[in-house]
């Protein structure tokens, strides 16, 4: 089955800096990347997402990366700020006739003001 | 439209008992997807259920069990609760069929399960 890891496990940076979120996947039939962004004591939110046909995608100061030769994909946010913070979540499915998403580990990001 | 909800919100049971979770998913969504999130394994997939039926299912045993209704309506239940059962769980529904949109998942507030 799908297997997704995530890196780093957590994040600190500067307000203003990037940062980068990389994540790899096993199963090469994936064709579904999305993020999501979950902040403390709320329900995971879907941010960005990207399909295996797109190498990549951007919304504002967020992008979103994909490798399928090397079956990685990454999460980029730019200009950092403090409501950044929160854990985010990478996720692999293969959508054909069902939905089942995994989700990598989460990356625990802080945005220092 | 109104988003997904998830009741009880808050749950507190004793090991041996058995509970039930329900999610109502976003009005014409098709698929509800339940998963486990622990703060040591993230967030486990459990099922997934479209039109009624079981189209998918994690690697969890057999006390975990769910059933979706005619109206999208989706319950979950753990029969024989034991400590490790502790977590938040999370439904998410989506459309469940092909189109543009169709991939997206929205998540419901959760049930925080609590197994003494």
């Known amino acids: 089955g799908e297997n997704v890891e995530q890196h780093p496990s957590t994040l600190s940076v500067q307000e203003g800096d990037s940062a980068v979120i990389k994540c790899t996947y096993s199963?090469?039939?994936?064709?579904?990347f999305p993020w999501y962004k979950q902040e403390l004591g709320k329900r995971p939110q879907l941010i960005i997402d990207i399909r295996s046909n797109v190498g990549e995608k951007k919304d504002q100061r967020i992008a979103v990366t994909l490798n399928k030769t090397a079956k990685h994909f990454s999460l980029h946010i730019t200009e950092t700020q403090p409501e950044d913070s929160a854990v985010y979540f990478c996720?692999?499915?293969?959508?054909?006739?069902?939905?089942?998403?995994?989700f990598g580990p989460g990356t625990s990001l802080s945005v220092i003001p | 439209k109104a988003g997904v909800t998830q009741t009880p919100r808050y749950l507190i049971k004793t090991r041996g008992q058995q509970v039930t979770l329900s999610c109502s998913p976003i009005?014409?969504?098709?698929?509800v997807s339940w998963y486990q999130q622990t703060p040591g394994q993230g967030l486990q997939f459990l099922f997934e259920?479209?039109?009624?039926?079981?189209?998918n299912k994690g690697n969890f045993p057999g006390r975990f069990s769910g059933r979706q209704f005619s109206n999208s309506r989706s319950e979950m239940n753990v029969s024989t609760l034991e400590l490790g059962d502790s977590a938040l769980y999370l439904c998410a529904s989506s459309p469940g069929t092909s189109g543009t949109l169709s991939y997206e998942q929205y998540f419901g507030p959760g049930t925080r399960l609590t197994v003494t």
């Open positions: 259920y479209f039109s009624e039926t079981q189209r």
């Open positions: 199963d090469s039939a994936s064709n579904y």
């Open positions: 009005s014409g969504h098709r698929s």
């Open positions: 996720a692999a499915s293969l959508k054909t006739s069902y939905d089942k998403v995994i």
